[in-house]
């Protein structure tokens, strides 16, 4: 009998690693085959839906950026159309207030002029009585 010898044993050893093998593939094999798979799928799910969703959020920075940028442009444009708004209706109160300084000032002219005129009208008379007074003063009543 040497090492290899063919006999019963082997053929029942062969039937029974075939048994074992094909329990061992039912039992562990397929299911975990099976799991690793399943696994295998989610995670690629996971990257492409990583991917998908890095693409949509670059997509969505870009467009709040561009929202951001359209709302600044439009309050520069606010602003600047009430500047000027602000600049016009501050030059209107000017000419306003220029006009009205303007009239004040020619009727306090008119009116110091009239005074002038109504005190010179009256000027020679008021002299006389200085005069007469003055001398009335100066000049006792006999020397007349």
Sequence with gaps: MGFLSIDGTLVVQLINFAIFFAVLNVVFLRPVANAIAKR???????VSDYERYQVEAAGLRAQAEA???????????????ERARASNEAAE??????????????????????????ARAGQDEAARKLASLVLERVLPEGAL
Excluded at 67 to 81: C, H, I, S, T
């Design 40 to 46: 295998r799928a989610y995670i690629n799910g996971l």
């Design 93 to 118: 109160i000017a000419t306003n207030y220029a006009q009205q300084a303007t009239s004040i000032a020619a009727d306090a002219r008119k009116t110091a002029e009239a005074e002038l005129n109504a």
């Design 67 to 81: 929202v951001r940028f359209a709302a600044r442009r439009e309050a520069e444009q606010l602003v600047a159309a």
